[in-house]
Nanobody
Framework: QVQLVESGGGLVQAGGSLRLSCAAS????????MAWFRQAPGKEREFVAR????????NYADSVKGRFTISRDNAENTVYLQMNSLKPEDTAVYYC????WGQGTQVTVAS
C-alpha cells in the first residue's frame, strides 16, 4: 500500500507561483504513474497532470498546459507540481494520486 503526502499549498496572488510536493512511500514506484488532480468547491475532481515514473513522459490538462510542470525525483520518491501564472480559477484542493489518494493541499489564488 502506498502512502502519499502532499505539501506546498497556500495563498498566492494571481500571476504568482507555487510548487507542490508529493512524497510517496510504502512500495516501489518504478512501474507506476504519478498524477495530480484538483477539486474546486462544488465541482468534480479533475485531472491536472501525470508523469510516468520510468522515462518521465508527461501529460497535462489543457487548462494548465504551458503554466504547470510536473517532475519527479527518483531518489526522493517525490513528485512535484510547479505552478506558474496562477489564476483564480486554479483555486482548489490539489491531490496526488498513484493507486491511492493523498490527503490534499489547498491552493487559493486571489484576484
Amino acid at each position: 500500500q502506498v502512502q502519499l503526502v502532499e505539501s506546498g499549498g497556500g495563498l498566492v496572488q494571481a500571476g504568482g507561483s507555487l510548487r507542490l510536493s508529493c512524497a510517496a512511500s510504502g512500495r516501489a514506484l518504478s512501474r507506476y504513474i504519478m498524477a495530480w488532480f484538483r477539486q474546486a468547491p462544488g465541482k468534480e475532481r479533475e485531472f491536472v497532470a501525470r508523469i510516468h515514473w520510468i522515462g518521465g513522459r508527461t501529460n497535462y490538462a489543457d487548462s494548465v498546459k504551458g503554466r504547470f510542470t510536473i517532475s519527479r525525483d527518483n531518489a526522493e520518491n517525490t513528485v512535484y507540481l510547479q505552478m506558474n501564472s496562477l489564476k483564480p480559477e486554479d483555486t482548489a484542493v490539489y491531490y496526488c494520486a498513484s493507486g491511492a489518494w493523498g490527503q490534499g493541499t489547498q491552493v487559493t489564488v486571489a484576484s
